[in-house]
């Protein structure tokens, strides 16, 4: 048997910092509100000791970013280009797909829980790959957009996890990081249709 890999189940006293995805509008359609508010969420995440992971470009990624670097936190970026150049200049660690706007199944995959500011057609898309992962989901209400649009509801029919709503950006990182074990859902909806194909 190959030893190099650690299993699944190997004990370590080590304990992974929480990652929270931020995600919403691109630097073409952001507001100045949907900016302030990202950088607010950057910061508290940084100050609760968690990462900040984005989709690493403008508008609320990079303001996201920026608000967690101002306060010495880590932040990573997931890019949809092949080259690192791409992402904002906050980023510590710069993850360069190069599969385009699918990478949103990468950046919805690495959270532990997501908090939405604003956002249009490629936040909601982001948000779902999110829903169906079982993963929590806090929309921060008056930024706008996706985020207005499901706070406080489920995406779909089957109910995996209702998305929060939050009116302030402290209050959305606390109901991020509150929940941010729970995505046992999603991953027993992925199991059964594996079973199914």
């Known amino acids: 048997m190959f030893r190099g890999v650690a299993s699944r189940t190997a004990q370590s006293n080590y304990r992974r910092l929480i990652q929270v995805l931020v995600i919403g509008s691109d630097g ?16 508290y995440i940084a100050s609760k000791g968690a990462i900040t992971v984005t989709g690493g470009l403008g508008g609320v990624m990079e303001a996201a970013c920026r608000g967690a670097k101002e306060k010495g936190g880590m ?40 908090i939405v500011v604003g956002g249009g057609a490629g936040t909601y898309i982001e ?59 999603g991953l027993k909806y992925f199991q059964s249709v594996a079973r199914m194909i």
Request: net charge negative; proline share 3%; hydrophobic share 40%.
């Open 75 to 114: 932040v990573v970026g997931i890019i949809p280009h092949e080259d690192m150049s791409y992402a904002n200049g906050f980023c510590d660690i710069v993850i360069p797909t190069g599969i385009g706007f699918a990478r949103n199944f990468v950046t919805a995959y690495s959270a532990d829980t997501c």
């Open 127 to 185: 948000a779902c790959v999110a829903y169906q992962k079982g993963k929590p989901i806090v929309a921060l209400t008056g930024t706008g957009g996706t985020a207005d649009k499901i706070a406080d509801t489920f995406l779909d029919d089957r109910k995996t996890v209702k998305v929060m709503a939050a009116s302030s950006p402290g209050e959305a990182v606390e109901k991020a990081l509150e929940s941010a074990s729970n995505g046992k859902k």
């Open 28 to 43: 073409d359609h952001c507001t100045e509100g949907a900016y302030n508010a990202a950088k607010e969420v950057g910061a």
